[in-house]
């Protein structure tokens, strides 16, 4: 991993190598933190956050749920966001906030420890390679099944529930396959093991509904939105395993993946990266490096700075 140099911890900046916790940190014990993945990116009139607001948002949804009070507004938040960026002098790259409850009682009440809230940056590429956005990933419906409303909330981003796709990333690496999709308790198509799940079919575009167990993801949010500008029906229908095994084109999005076609499901293949995951991923791409004014409004400088 790319390193940067300065890590906004608290409410002030610390050395990368400086950024450490005790051992008998709640969260590592426990999985008591909740997290945002988001991407910046360059673009001709600065570096802009996609969806700044709309992530920090989510991310103060996810503290309520477990009852850590970040301290901080959104604004604020999303205020440290440009300026650890500032700081580090990076453009393009990946943003990572958490907050956790540190070190302090043990067992499981954590209402007694601390809440630390950090802010990272450094630079990640393609999420599962450069080659995938074009070739497209192969994927395995995961034996594992998906967190549901009502263990792990999955419209909640925190910690311990990524304990869940990382048994699905497991298995399906150690079966040969580049990624996972799980399906809910129900049986229907949740999402990846880090991304949101979109098939195409006659022309329409699919997508299982948040109540099946995915996580409400911006950049699925973001690819409705575009689709439906686009004028591409869009339907939030629960989708089985065999609409994706019979789907014309299957992609897989995600802040860190962005739009990845999917080649194959359990080794049936998909068309690829077809016409309309490639209009998607087009636009996409396009809006992220500020080159598609129609969706401008998705990317956030920071106040004061001038957006030519
Ligand atoms: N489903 C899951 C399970 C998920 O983790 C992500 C994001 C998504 C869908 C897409 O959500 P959004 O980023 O809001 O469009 N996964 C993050 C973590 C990846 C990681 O390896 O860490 C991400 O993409 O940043």
């Not at 996609?50 to 503290?63: K, Q, Y």
């Not at 540190?102 to 950090?118: C, F, R, S, W």
Request: net charge negative; charged share 20%; with cysteine.
């Amino acid at each position: 991993m790319q390193t940067t140099e300065k890590i906004w911890r608290n409410g002030s900046f610390v050395p990368w190598e400086d950024a450490q916790v005790h051992v008998l940190t709640h969260a590592l014990h426990y999985g008591t933190g909740v997290f945002e993945g988001i991407r910046a990116y360059d673009t001709p009139s600065g570096v802009a956050v996609f969806r700044l607001t709309d992530h920090m948002e989510r991310f103060r949804r996810s503290a309520s749920l477990y009852e850590m009070d970040l301290g901080y507004t959104t604004e604020e938040l999303a205020a440290a966001v440009h300026a650890t960026l500032a700081v580090n002098e990076i453009g393009s790259c990946y943003v990572r906030p958490i907050a956790f409850r540190g070190a302090g009682p043990m067992g499981l009440y954590p209402l007694d420890n601390p809440v630390e809230v950090i802010i990272a940056v450094w630079p990640w590429g393609a999420y599962l390679g450069e080659e995938a956005l074009d070739k497209g990933v192969s994927c395995k419906i995961s034996s594992f099944r998906r967190i549901g409303p009502n263990t792990l909330p999955p419209a909640a981003k925190a910690s311990g529930q990524y304990i869940n796709s990382v048994l699905a990333k497991l298995e399906a690496s150690r079966c040969g396959f580049d990624e996972a999709i799980l399906l809910n308790e129900e049986g229907y198509v949740a999402d990846g093991s880090g991304e949101n799940v979109f098939v195409v079919r006659d022309g329409v575009l699919y997508t299982p509904p948040t109540t099946a167990s995915c996580l409400p993801g911006i950049t699925r949010a973001t690819v409705i939105r575009m689709a439906t500008a686009l004028g591409i029906e869009v339907r939030q229908t629960n989708l089985v395993r065999t609409d994706l095994y019979f789907g014309d084109e299957v992609f897989l999005c995600g802040t860190a993946a962005e739009v990845t076609p999917v080649a194959s499901i359990d080794g049936h293949q998909t068309g690829g990266r077809g016409p309309l995951t490639k209009q998607l991923q087009d636009t996409f791409f396009a809006t992220v490096n500020g080159r598609d004014e129609r969706f401008a409004d998705m990317l956030e400088y920071p106040v004061g700075a001038e957006v030519a």
